[in-house]
Nanobody, 120 residues
């Protein structure tokens, strides 16, 4: 069974940084493109960043470009998201997701997510 366990969220002031981690199991992580998806209260899921299986191709949603860095360690089956210069609008539950496409109407989180709250 595919499992994703996110961690690293927290409470941070604007301009602060956080590093999220996602440990994967139950599938061949090294062959899977991966993404981070976030969901703010009352809103639908929003694709944030994606990375190819080997890490050579990386894409970001426009609002996080230049502030967030997605990376992966295939030896550790772990996906990361370094978040810098955080803004209140980044507040959401963050999920890692298998694949690099934006979530569609059938998307549902596989893990519990990790809460990121940016407060002023």
């Amino acid at each position: 069974e595919e499992q994703l366990v996110e961690s690293g969220g927290g409470l941070v002031q604007p301009g602060g940084s956080l590093r999220l981690s996602c440990v994967a199991s139950g599938f061949y992580f090294k062959s899977a493109g991966m993404s981070w998806v976030r969901q703010a209260p009352g809103k639908g899921p929003e694709w944030v960043a994606g990375i190819s299986s080997g890490g050579a191709t990386i894409r970001y949603e426009d609002s996080v470009q230049g502030r967030f860095i997605i990376s992966r360690d295939n030896a550790r089956n772990t996906l990361y998201l370094q978040m810098n210069s955080l803004k209140p609008e980044d507040t959401a539950v963050y999920y890692c997701s298998i694949g690099t496409r934006p979530p569609d109407s059938t998307w549902s989180p596989r893990g519990q997510g990790t809460q990121v709250t940016v407060y002023s």
